[in-house]
């Protein structure tokens, strides 16, 4: 859940979480050790009156700044791949559920089981208890088992939706006439919104 005024990430409840949340921690470092090493060498280009006239022509030179990018560029790519692959990954899911959004609600279907859908609405902000949070709160909540790997399949019914739960890395687009699949793993029990 994020709380007022917080800058960072949810806190990581899935495996996928905790990776992106490293490759973002890992990222965010080399962009600072280039932002750094850009700005230094900017100021000293501009405070110094020294030049080494045998600088601006050097092989060497233009080869470094040449392969350089390219090594920090794999560096950033391999790891972001990897974590491509990982979301991308099905491992014989333990439980299915059908998510259809509409309009100004969601509809879900557990498919394993007869007869077992249910109309998903918002509160409307009238009706909501002390401790509930606007525009997040649910009359029918989806409950989902945790340490169990499940298939959520998301489409829609009229118009572009998004289906995101931001502490599990889920983002996925309910697109009319197309039936798009992710899967979610929970590690800890709890209450996360989306």
Do not use: C
Request: net charge negative.
């Amino acid at each position: 859940m994020a709380y007022p005024m917080q800058l960072g990430f949810q806190d990581a409840t899935s495996p996928i979480m905790e990776e992106l949340l490293h490759f973002h921690d890992h990222t965010l470092m080399i962009v600072f050790l280039i932002s750094s090493l850009v700005l230094y060498i900017i100021s000293l280009m501009l405070t110094t009156k020294l030049t080494h006239t045998s600088t601006m022509d050097a092989q060497e030179v233009e080869t470094v700044w040449t392969i350089l990018p390219a090594i920090i560029l794999i560096m950033i790519a391999l790891p972001s791949l990897r974590i491509l692959y990982m979301m991308d990954e099905i491992n014989n899911p333990s439980l299915t559920v059908k998510t259809m959004g509409h309009q100004w609600y969601w509809s879900y279907e557990y498919t394993d089981y007869e007869d077992l859908s249910f109309d998903s609405y918002m509160v409307p902000t009238s009706e909501l208890k002390p401790g509930e949070l606007r525009l997040l709160e649910v009359d029918n909540r989806v409950v989902l088992p945790m340490e169990m790997t499940i298939r959520m399949l998301i489409s829609s019914e009229d118009v572009l939706h998004s289906w995101a739960v931001p502490s599990l890395g889920l983002k996925t687009d309910a697109i009319p006439g197309r039936l798009n699949q992710t899967t979610l793993m929970s590690t800890r029990p709890g209450l996360f919104y989306g």
